[in-house]
Structure formats: C-alpha cells, structure tokens
C-alpha cells in the first residue's frame, strides 16, 4: 500500500476480534495499536496520536458509547467507528448523534472494516488540516488580515515587523491586488503610532485641482468654493500615518510640496501664511517601478529616494499558489457569513481550477471569485459550475509544456506562446504582462517584434 495511513486503535475486550481486525488493516499499510479496554484506550489516545478508533460497543467496564462521548469531548478530530453485535438502526443512529464517523455490525466482513476505516482515516485528516489553516489563518499566517504561509509572503511578514516601529518612511511594491493597503495597515498597526489615525488617500482618484486642497488643506476664501478652514489630510494623520496610494500619479508640482513636506515637517494650507508642523509617517504605495518612472522624468529622484528607505516588495498570488487554499478558507466564511448562506467548503476539482489559475487580479481577484460562487453556488460545495470560465479553462494551462515536450517544439516558440498566453490574461496590457513575466517593457517589446518578424517569414 503506498499510501501514507494515519494510526488506528482498535479496542475490544475480545483478543480474537482484535487481532483479526489487526491483521485485516495492517495488510493495508497502516499503523495499528490495540487496547482491551476503554481506559486502557484512553492512556493510549494521551500520549500517540491516532486518525481512527475502531470499538466496541458492549465491553466490560467503559462501554463504546461513552469511549466515543469522551473522544469526541478531548480529541474532536478524530474519528470514531463502532461496532457491535446488537446492531439495530435506532443504536445506529444514537451512535451517529453523538458523533461516530460510522457504524459496523458483527460478524463484520474485511472489505466492509476496509472501507469503513479508509473513509474515516480520510475525513480525520480533512478535519485536522482545517482545523490547521483555521489555526494558522488566525494565529500565525494572519497579520492584520494578510493571509499565508508561504517563504513569499512569511518574508513579508518578517519585514513588517522589522520595519514597525522605525520612523522611516515606508515604499510598498506590488501589482494590484496584492493588498498594498493592507500591508500598510499592518505597519501602521504594529508601530508605536497604532493609537493615531491611520488616514489613506489613493492620489489616483482625487481630480488634479482639488488633490492640493485634500492633502495640505486651505484656509477660508483661498478659493471660490473655500467657505470655510479646512484640514486637510496630512493634519487629520497627526502623529500617525499617511497612506499615499498610487503615488506615482502625483501631479509634478504636488511631489515637489510633498518632499518639502517630508524634509521641513511642516506644511501649508493653500492661501495660509503661515505653516503648520506634521508629526507624520509617509507609507507610499505603487503597481508601477517608480524608478522607471523616475528615468522618465515623471517621477521626481528626490522624492523617490525619501519615500524609498525601506521596500517592501510584495509577491503576486502566482507566486505563492500554496496560500490559495487558506484565503479560499477565510474568503468562503466571510461571504458565507455576508450572505447568510451555508457553504461546506470547495469540491477537489474547483479548488484544483482555482491552484492553477494564473490570477493577474491578485487576491483581490481570488475574494472576487469566491464572493461570486458563493452567490451563485447551489450545492454543499463550492463545484467547478460555480466559478468564472476564465478559471475553469485553468486546467488546461498545464498541459501546455507536456504537449510542447511531446512535439519537441524548440525553446523560442515555448517563450512566444507564453508571452501570448500572457497578454491575452492580462487583457493586452504590456506593462502588466511585462511584470508577469519578469521582463521589463523594453524586452518585451523586443520580444514582441521578433513573433512579427517570425510571422513574416512564415
């Protein structure tokens, strides 16, 4: 048997019984233990770790029925399997009730023990590995609502916590979705500044003329609609942190008054005199390279090197697939709970789909999804019918190296392939697909010209 059983007790006062059902499960590769009574079997569950107990109902002293109440009460994990030669539906259904995974009746036949056990062996181990993610998604995998496990984002992790409490201004990385405002939250949260206001602004999505009075404020009258003073956000962020989303869409002339801001500490409301002291950290975010930004003059290098003493580069969900499974988890018993409505979880093939899908959304991509399917689902599970076709057609993408192996293609028509893959996941957009690929735009466009040149000489 090649695969990898979890342990199973085995516990009836009738040696002859336990050792034919000994032999029947330990021919199948697992591990077994035996124990002639329920307390014997209670020092047995303290000190190994068992997937199955497989008992006795009727035996002298501890009877199966209150082994199994007090398994269930100090090990809930594992699965419980009782048996009996006085079976009836009504006992069946009792040992149900109170938590058995199963039921066998004496004389019990070996591909009957066989399949029992088996089925009970594989839910304890489905049980035990949520109550692992549940653990970890609240506990360690969990920073301020940042979710995972994997070197990629514990890297992460690691940094926050290094970065906290230091007074430097912070730089955060990352294509969108990945949850920029989120690791910004968890800097803000684990400094000594966690009692101030944490104030976000996405430079994006204040028009140009009023993003000035936004973020310094004005004074009464400096402008038509200026009927009153008015804080603006750096004041409303007073010894706490400022969030500068998509910085790289500062107007030029705004990056120059939020470098002096950063440098004097101090800043002015439009039509002020005089200005204002700021006790304010700066977390800066972006999903462009702002050096690249900088070479192309629209990005200030002064700014760019203050706003860039620490940065935190966050990695797309791509390259961390093993922490799907756990944001699936929190984003099923979030939207569950949003919309009142009972989920048991993801069927093997949807969450395969949803593990092989490239994801250029990110996890904000991933909640979408989820949110989706719980909405649409109709069954216990979310089912592979339930998710977008984009995500369904996922499977496929891995078979393409095999086929390409298969016809021996050389390795120039493998790259151009995936990079057409690539824009078509990302919608045409070059620089996206760029970053997907881990080129930058001009090798891109490089590599671009050259499938033209090759469609040509075709």
């Not at 569950?336 to 250029?360: F, T």
Request: charged letters at 30%; aromatic letters at 6%.
């Amino acid at each position: 048997m090649t695969e990898e059983w979890g342990a199973v007790l085995v516990v009836d006062d009738d040696a002859e019984m336990r050792e034919l059902v000994f032999d029947v499960l330990k021919d199948r590769g697992h591990q077994i233990a035996t124990a002639g009574s329920g307390q014997e079997a209670l020092k047995l569950l303290a000190g190994e770790d068992f997937a199955v107990v497989l008992t006795d109902l009727r035996m002298k002293g501890m009877l199966g029925t209150e082994l199994l109440l007090e398994i269930k009460r100090l090990y809930p994990d594992i699965g419980v399997i009782l048996m009996t030669a006085f079976g009836s539906v009504e006992t069946a259904v009792e040992a149900m009730k109170r938590g058995a995974s199963d039921y066998l009746t004496k004389p019990v036949k070996t591909e009957e023990i066989i399949r029992v056990v088996e089925r009970a062996v594989r839910e304890s181990a489905l049980r035990r590995e949520v109550s692992r993610l549940r653990k970890e998604v609240h506990k360690e995998y969990s920073f301020h609502h940042i979710l995972g496990k994997s070197k990629a984002i514990q890297a992460v992790f690691d940094l926050i916590r290094r970065v906290a409490d230091s007074p430097t201004n912070v730089l955060i990385t990352g294509e969108s979705g990945t949850g920029k405002e989120l690791v910004a939250k968890a800097i803000h949260y684990n400094s000594d500044r966690k009692d101030a206001p944490f104030v976000p602004v996405n430079c994006a999505a204040i028009p140009e003329q009023l993003l000035e009075s936004e973020l310094f404020g004005h004074m009464r009258g400096a402008f038509t609609d200026a009927k009153s003073d008015k804080r603006g956000l750096f004041e409303e962020a007073q010894k706490g942190t400022l969030f500068l989303d998509e910085i790289s869409e500062l107007p030029i002339m705004l990056q120059a008054k939020i470098l002096r801001a950063i440098q004097e500490k101090e800043i002015r409301r439009v039509g002020a005199n005089k200005p204002i002291a700021v006790d304010v950290r700066i977390i800066a975010a972006t999903n462009l390279h702002l050096a690249e930004e900088v070479k192309a003059k629209r990005f200030r290098d002064d700014l760019f090197y203050r706003l860039n003493v620490i940065e935190v580069v966050l990695p797309p969900l791509r390259d961390r697939r093993e922490d799907i499974p756990i944001l699936v988890e929190a984003f099923l018993k979030k939207c569950a709970e949003v919309r009142h409505k009972e989920v048991k979880g993801v069927s093997e093939s949807a969450l395969a789909m949803l593990m092989d899908y490239s994801w250029p959304g990110n996890v904000r991509e991933l909640e979408n999804v989820v949110e989706r399917a719980v909405t649409l689902h109709r069954g216990e599970k979310i089912a592979p019918d339930d998710l977008p076709l984009a995500v369904q057609g996922a499977r496929g993408d891995r078979r393409v190296l095999d086929e390409a192996a298969e016809k021996m293609l050389p390795l120039h028509e493998i790259e151009q392939e995936y990079i057409k893959k690539i824009l078509d996941k990302t919608g045409g957009n070059k620089y996206q697909a760029a970053q997907a690929l881990g080129i930058d735009r001009k090798t891109l466009y490089r590599k671009l010209g050259e499938i033209e040149e090759a469609k040509t000489h075709e």
